[in-house]
């Protein structure tokens, strides 16, 4: 397995691999997106998008058959370079919460977000998902 970041030649394949795992958004132009191949398959991504500022780590999606197995924490330990340069936000279902804690994620008040944020978090809420608000500092 490798991880690394696509480049536009990933963009189909990487937006289908997002559909198939029933994930809401596909790649925008506004994210960084990062890949895990297995023979030539996408077997994972994550997207990092930087606004005003700060990032949004979003759609860290990995196949079933790969869960379980490292490929997640690979990608955290890819993209925690990235995550250094800024204050970092994330909304993981509920259940995910230790895992993004391995690299500096704390739960917080959705209320504390960038209010663009909190109000994607709150839309989410009502459209049943089950997650959470965290930050994560910068690295100095």
Do not use: I
């Given at each position: 397995?490798?991880?690394?970041?696509?480049?536009?030649s990933f963009r189909g394949e990487l937006n289908q691999f997002y559909r198939e795992l029933g994930y809401h958004s596909g790649w925008s132009r506004s994210e960084r997106a990062f890949i895990a191949t297995n023979d030539d398959e996408i077997v994972g991504s994550v997207k990092v998008e930087v606004v005003n500022g700060?990032?949004?780590?979003?759609g860290m999606y990995v196949a079933k058959g790969y869960q379980g197995n490292g490929c997640g924490t690979e990608f955290l330990k890819h993209i925690e370079p990235i995550l250094n340069e800024t204050i970092s936000y994330c909304m993981p279902f509920s259940h995910l919460g230790k895992f993004y804690g391995q690299i500096g994620f704390q739960p917080v008040n959705p209320d504390s977000f960038p209010e663009y944020l909190a109000q994607r978090y709150r839309g989410y809420e009502e459209k049943g998902f089950q997650i959470i608000a965290m930050r994560r500092e910068q690295a100095i």
């Open positions: 397995m490798k991880v690394f970041e696509a480049d536009e700060f990032s949004v780590l979003r």
